[in-house]
Every structure is written in C-alpha cells, then in structure tokens.
C-alpha cells in the first residue's frame, strides 16, 4: 500500500465489518505505479502516469461467502451493501487464507527513471532507425516502468507482501516500399534503461523488417505443405496461447487439448518447458502467488515427459493435491484463475541446439515463420487447433531468401510438440500483454500453410 | 469531483503550456456472473471510482490516472508533467453543467434475479440438446456514471448501462467437442430481457454447436466466401474499421490514409459507424471525452467518405472530432474506436449468394479477429463453418482463419444481402475493452484466402 493511512483505513474497515456481523475477513490488495514515455513518429514525446490500487475482500455473513472488489474503503456502510449484495451459497468448504505469522515479503529495489533521463535514450533509438534506408517510420518508441505490490491480509490480520516490477522498452518500425509495408514489433526488458542494450534491439528490429522487404521481394507463396521453423517470437506466442491446457481446472473440465497424463510423453525427448519465478531481468519476480502460496522454479515438461498440472488453492482442492503457487488474478477486478510466473522453453540436447543459421542451413528447403497474428482467436487451448495469419521468409538451398506473407498456418500444438527436432540457440521473450513466455526458434517438421 | 478541484487542475494545465486539459472521472459498479451448467462458476461484484487527467499540448499527450481524488494529491501529481512555457492569459471559465438523463429509468435487479435468469437458460439448452456437454452461461451488467469537465467547453455528466448474456454450448460426441455461442446485449437494465427470449438464445448456441459435429477439415487456398449476416460485420470491423480509426490514419500510417474522396471498395459497400443508436449495446450519448455520438458514414458506395476521430487524433489529421473517443475505464487515456458498425443492407437475396458459388465457404458466425492497420492485413477466425459445393450448403468444416488486406477484399465484395441484423460483442485495443456492436447483411466475397487444415 501507498501510505500508512491505507493501512490504518482496512484496520478500520474490518472493525466495522466486523461489528456489522461479518467475520472471517480477508483481504487482496494490489498497488499499481506506471510511468510510460514514449515518442510518436514525429518524435513527440507523450507521457503517462499511474497510482492505483484494487482491493479484493472476502468474508462470511450468516453462512454466506460475500466477496467484491473496490478501489474505495472509506465508507464501510457502502462496503457492507455491497458484500450483503453478492452473498451466496457455499457451496464447498471456503478456502480459508491463513498466513503463517511475520511472512512479511522482501521489498525488491525498483529504480524508477525519470522522463528527462530516458528520453534521450528513445530519441537516440528513433534516430537509429530512421538512418535505415527503407524504413518508413518508428511507429513505436515507447519506455514502459511497471511496478505493483501485492499485500494479502488473512482474517488474523497476518500481513504477507511480495512486490513485482519491470522495465520495458517496445520498438515497432514500418519499412517498405511504393508495393509494400512490412512492420516488426520487438521488446526487451530490464531493470533500468542505461543497462539495456536499446541499441541492439533497434538494430535487430530493423535489420528482421528491412530483410522482409528488402533481397528477393515478396513472393505469393502456394498452398501445401513446408517444412518449417518458427521463429522464438511465434513459438513464446503459441505456448502463451495454449498454457490454459496445462491448467488444474481446464483439465478437470475436459477443456484441455494437452491428452498426455503425468509422466506421459508430451513432447519430443530433448524438450523442456519451465516456469522461473524469480528470473533476473524477466518480466515478473513472484515470491508468492496472488493466494499467498510460495511460487517455485519447477518443470511443466522435462525430457519430453510431462512432469506437472498448474494449481491454484480451489483447484488443487478438486484433485486432492496442493496448490503449485499459481494462483494469479487476471485483472485487478478478476477472482483468482491459474496463471504463471515466466515461463522458458528449450532443448536439453546441446546437439540439438544450433544457431538459426545452422537451423536453416540442415533445413534446406522450406519457410521460417517470424510472425503471426490473431493468436488470441484462432488458437483453441480445448483442442489444440491453430490456424494463423502468418509471415516470414522463404528458405532455399538452406539460406533466407524472399520473405512472404498474408497466408495461413495451421495444426495442432500438441503434436507439434511432439516434431520438435531442433531449437535456436537465440531466444525471443512475449510482449508485457500477455503470460512472460521466453522461446528459441523451433524446427517442427511439416506445416500445412494456405497462400496462393 | 468537485468543480472548484476540476476549475483548480484545468487552470493549472492551461497556466503552464498546455492548450486542453480534461478530467475524466468515473464510478461504475460491476457484476459478472458465469454457470457452469447449473453450477456457480464465476461470481465478480465490485464498484470503482478513479479520475483520468489528459493534458494535452500540440499533438504532445501527457495523462495520469488514479483512484484517488484528494486535492493535495492530485495537484501533487501535475507536478510530473514536464510543461511548456506558461501562458498566464489562457482564458477559461468553467462551464455549465450538462447532465444527460435516462429518459425511463433503468432497470436494476438482486443477484438471485440475474443468476435465476441464468438457470433459465442453462434448464432451456438441455431440454433442447442430445449432444449438449454442458452450457456456460455468461450474464454481466455495468452501470457507469462518468463526469467529464474540459477545457473546450464541457462540463458533462453522463449515466450508462449496458448488459448482456453470452451462452456457449459446448456439444460432445465421442472424442469431439463443437462450441457455439449468443450473446445478447443492450444499454439498457435489466428490463432488457423482458423484451427478449433468454431461452431461445440458449436453444440457438446448442443447435448451432450440435450442427457443427462431426465437420470435416477445411480445405485451404482462395475461394469465395460468403458471410451471414449479423457479428459477421466483425469481418468488415477488422478488414477497414481499424484503419479508419484516427490514431491509425494520421501520419499515412493507415493503408487508407490519404484516400478521403477515393474508391476503395465495391460500390455495394457502404460501412457506417452509428453510436446514435437507440439501446444499442455499441452506442453512447456522448463519447469518453464529452462529444456527442454522431452517425459517420466511413464509405459511400464504394468511396472513402471519413474516418473515426477522437480530440487528439482530430489534431493530427486537421479534423473535427467525431465522438468516437472511447476507453475502458478511467485507467486508459481515450483513442478514436468503433461504436456500432456495419454494412448497410444492399438488395442481393442470401439464397442466390449460396447458389452462385461452386466451391467456398458460408461462414455462420465470427469468432474474433485483428488487424495489422499500417500493411492492412486482417485475419478473423471462423466460429461456425460450412462447405458449399454446387451452389449448395453441405457439411460443417473445422474452424478456419481468413485473412486478407482490407484494401483488397473491400473490391472484392461481390454481393450484399438484403437481410440486415446487427450483433454484440468487445473490442479489444489500444484503450482497453469496450463494448462494440458488429452487423451487416449477408455478404460474398468473390475470393479470399481460408486457412483451413485440409491440406
């Protein structure tokens, strides 16, 4: 919380909920600063702001679970209405938050950076860009810091915090020509800007978008079937989009395109897919799940064998197991669902790890996807289906040469999985929108694409 | 919030260099309710309150949101806006407050009500179903007052509420599993479903969720398509609507930018953006910066006629706004978006559509989309297909992507029916979530790419 006044308000508020014949009161709070700088193509500077904070309260009234959310604890009478409101039933025991006494969090530095000093840094990244012959414009110079505390207070007023933050710098350019536009969106994260090496992502962006519209042209590719790559970008945004099948509640309800049970093959036998809750640098660092379980460093998939489902508290319940400390709220308004931490994926085969260039060199023939979009809706996590709008270049005698685009990829993710025979050595990481998914580029065998 | 700490943030913005300031202060309470069957899944009550400050100099945006609404706090938070050279003589006077009233008082109901209405619907999908797995049920009400006080003029209080039901059918036989859903919604309370048949939209989702069992692969490559009417207007709101959007068409980022008074689409085709619209789910009194919702008319058979502008977008491009700023919440500074859009009905008759085709796709329902607005290139996604072959409908095919650039599918619209519905759903950008109606007649697009899985 912002201030100590905050503090003293839900002491009040639980006094007074209390006299009012609630008991078993709990609390969720999350504290929310943001600062965002960013330049448009012109090279003006925009700026926003925040400080903000939600409170989730839970309690009992005659029997009946009330629990709501609020960004306004002043008056307890509103309070009260509300929670009387949208008391229901229990309908199974209530998963009572107990905190162990003194589990009070470490404060984790966060280095907040002002306008003045990172704009020079973001104007520096434009110029960079615009140097490049066929870039047309920056469409995003932007410089986001993100910082939350996350205090959970059980109905013995036991306190627990854990804090969670990061910096992120998004670069998007448009380079092209009279006949097309090709865009590329890339971003990085760190913990202050002066350590991040804006510079190379620049480059990068610039170099994968003027390589898409620059030697070879676009070419209409036909329909059929390519043996393909898919960059670390495209493969961090599908395990994003089918995580949910890897979720206690989703698998209990027939909901999960993932059939392989516990112990049960997967993915190819080199492959892994871990979560690391407190990853230097990452995008998230989480001592403890939006429950107050202890998040840890574990495998989901390990030599191709899935090794473990992702609880929160109400779903380890269902299955008579524990919660694996990844019960998170999707939003400040949500009730807690299963989420993540940041998730990594590779190989444990060092002879199965190779430069993109070596990837595409034993390829040969065939297409890298660097990009897809849509993933949101034309990935189904229920049965494992994909089709998407795709991108990227052609491979001919195992070098890049052309690029396409406006065609279709399709399949299935889970056996995907499974024709994994190669991954890059270079990683790419997803955008702050979505699950923290860090991926290398992945060889996966036939692709069915729908072009010409 | 109160005038003298409004009068007290405008003047200060406007003292030290900016040119428009505005407030955008909210309340809304929220409920959201989700069965599982007859099983409570989901139950969300809550209110927030919170303020959003934009300042804005030149095309320079600065904006700061809270929840908190103390004056030393706030004018404490100005303070990190980097400002311009103070103009003492900015005149400004606070203006006269407008509140817009419901002219019949909404509707509002306890919780046993809402989630009663949901057990309707579920008891309805399973007298309806032989296949039905289970019915989610979906009810969710919001009732927003915004105060919004800027610099040009405004001092306008506004109440809004909308609510809607998504039922999804999920239809099981053996291995596969089929999904459809309905999703009713309106600005309007809870008397809403007294004017419609709760039921019948659950008895439609388990239908169209059964008839999509046992759908072979979709084929791939170019054919034609034709779109059914209603959500399919979704197609059109990713295809073009994106693009017209102001934050897209300034600096000739969009792919129509530039193109004011030029023919970029069949003459069929004339695409409306109406937040006017009574009770409609997409539509406003005024827009998340106090404008008024308007009619615009985007394309006139064929024509680039206009695009959607909010304050600062208007700036860029040398425009008047056009009541389209829209946010989520007070937590998103607002952009040009959507509010109600769709095709305008043509004179072709759906039946002839399908008969005019040898070998395509008749896509029933739309499950989402995107748009990339600077290459143009869109892609939505099928929620219920079917296979037509010798001008006749015959058998589902799995969901399938489609895609294309709008500039190039707007030509290719070949038909435009005479069967007008217009559907809800949300529109995911920039400023957060919003409510958004999506229609149109059926439509045939004489070729677009179908991404399929059919090799």
Known sequence: MRTEHEFEQIKKLTQELTQQGFTDLSFYIKTIEKKTYSLDQKGIGSSQYASDIMYSIEGTLQEKICKIYTNQVEDAREIARLME????????????????????????????????????????????????????????????????????????????????????????????????RETVLRCMYGTCVQDMDLKGCVKKTVQETAGTVGSGGTEPLRSGVYPAILSGAVMAELIDAFLPAFFGENRREGMSGLKAEVGESAASDHIWLREVPDLHGARRRRTIDDEGTPTSDKYLI????????????????????????????????????????NLLFGSSDEAKRKTLKEL????????????????????????GEFSLIAGGKR???GKEEGSFR???????????????????????????????????????GDMIVSGK | MKDSLAEKILDYALSHGGDYAEIFAEDTDRTEIVLMNEKLNTLSVGKERGIGIRILTGTSCWYYYTDRSDESFLLQALKDWKSGKGNQNATWNMPVETVYQQEKKWQKAEL???????????????????????????????DQRVHIIHTDGGNIRDHRMKTRLTLTAFAKDGNEQRSSFTGPGAMQGFEFYHHIKPEAYARKAVRNAEALLHARPCPTGKMPVIIANGFGGLFFHEACGHSLEADSMAYGQSEFSGKTGQKVASEKVTLVDDGTIPNGWGSLRVDDEGVPTQKNILIENGVLSGC?????????????????????????????????????????????????????IYVKNINAGSVNPVTGEFNFHTKEAFLIE???????????????????????????????????????AGSGAIYIGAGQPSVKIAEMTVGGDKA
């Open chain 2, 390 to 428: 010798d001008g006749k409908v015959i058998c589902p095919v799995h969901s399938a992507t489609l895609i294309g650039t709008g500039g190039e599918i707007l030509r290719k619209v070949e038909m435009v029916g005479d069967d007008f519905a217009l559907d809800q759903g949300y529109c995911y």
């Open chain 1, 395 to 397: 491979i001919c005698g």
């Open chain 1, 302 to 341: 390990r030599n191709g064998i899935l090794q473990e489902i992702l609880h929160n508290r109400k779903t380890a319940q269902q299955e008579n197991t524990e919660s694996t400390g990844n019960g998170f709220r999707f939003s400040l308004q949500s009730n807690v669902a299963t989420g993540v931490t």
């Open chain 2, 308 to 360: 959607l502008a909010d304050r600062l977008g208007a700036r860029k491009l040398g425009i008047q706004p056009t009541g389209s700023a829209r946010r989520q919440s007070y937590r998103y500074a607002p952009v040009s978006r959507m509010t109600n859009t769709f095709i305008m009905p043509g004179q072709d008759k759906p039946e002839d559509m399908i008969a005019s085709v040898d070998r395509g």
């Open chain 1, 85 to 180: 409101a949208a008391a229901v039933d229990q309908e199974q025991a209530k998963n009572r938050l107990e905190i162990p006494e003194r589990a009070e969090g470490q404060e984790q530095m966060f280095q907040w950076q002002r306008e003045e000093e990172v704009l020079p840094y973001l104007e520096e990244a434009q110029t960079l860009a615009q140097e490049e012959g066929n870039v047309q414009f920056v469409h995003q110079c932007t410089y986001e810091q993100h910082k939350e505390e996350i205090c959970l207070i059980d109905p013995e007023f036991h306190v627990m915090r854990d804090y969670d933050g990061y910096h992120c710098f998004r670069f998007g350019v448009t380079a092209g020509n009279l006949l097309q």
């Open chain 2, 112 to 142: 046993a009500e809402k989630k009663a209405l949901l057990e309707r619907c579920v008891r309805a999908a399973q007298e309806e179903g032989t296949y039905l797995a289970k019915l989610r049920a979906s009810y969710v009400d919001m």
């Open chain 1, 406 to 444: 406006e065609v279709t990829i399709s399949g299935n993710f889970f056996d995907l999985l499974k024709r994994i025979k190669k991954v890059s050595v270079d990683t790419q990481t997803t955008f702050p929108d979505i699950a923290s998914v860090t991926a290398p580029a992945v060889a996966v």
């Open chain 1, 360 to 383: 595409e060199q034993e390829l040969q023939e065939g297409i890298l996807v660097t990009k897809v979009d849509g993933v949101f809706a034309g990935a189904d996590s229920v049965t």
